[in-house]
């Protein structure tokens, strides 16, 4: 029997491989604005993710282009919120000059991480999708406080890492303070999609398995080996009777 995923990247980030990934996913997610990117680099890949039908979401984050959405920042709700719809009404304005439809929004870095866990900003983040009249999925970490919250807002989508460790509860190892947080061999890489979509459960850090229940499955484009990881991620869904939405 063929099974079905969908595999996503964040891309649109200057990192220049956004022409090797695209023809290998089904969803991305573009920079619009905060950690990078301008009307240019959107424009661009989204006319990239149009050519090999790609769906796409917008990508925002913490105004904060020198640590590439990274680091959290002290801000108001209010101000959180308002460079949230600003970010996304400027996505929004670009897919319609391409024709082309907003399918969900994905938070970015610091933003992602601490939506999943601190109620106020989740709940700063839910009223910028308010503002925006917001009709797009949101792609959401399992478990976490935003898809809890924002459950009768939104349609969810709950998403996890191919490329990135896990905490026993479900939270990302930090980049910051941990080699082992990002996944780098294509065989690791491959095993931690396995195990997710055909047993639900994912190795964390201290050597258990919990239980992980995701719909798409996400690749950072600014991986290092991402291009590696995806070829080789490609051969065994083919093995594996898997396909791409």
Known sequence: MVKTIDISCD???GIGNDQQLMPLISFCSIACGGHYGDETSIYEALLLAKKFNVK????????DKPNFGRVPLTMTSEALSETIVSQI??????????????HHVKLHGALYNLAATDT???KAVIAALK?????????????????????????????????RRYNPNLTLVSRAHNKMAIITNPEDA????????????VLTSNGSFQAIEATTFCLHGDHPQAVELLKYIHKQLQINSITLS
Not at 56 to 63: E, I, K, L, N, R
Not at 89 to 102: A, P, W
């Open 131 to 163: 503002n925006c009249k917001f009709k797009a999925a949101l792609y959401v970490p399992p478990h976490s406080v935003i898809g809890k919250l924002a459950k009768s807002d939104v349609e969810l989508i709950y998403e996890a890492f191919i490329d």
């Open 11 to 13: 891309l649109g980030e």
């Open 190 to 201: 491959w095993m931690q999609l396995k195990n997710m979509i055909f047993d639900q459960k």
């Open 89 to 102: 009404k400027l996505f929004e304005i670009i897919c319609k000059k391409l024709d082309m439809s907003m």
């Open 120 to 122: 106020a900003v989740a």
């Open 56 to 63: 796409v979401g917008a990508h925002p984050s913490f105004p």
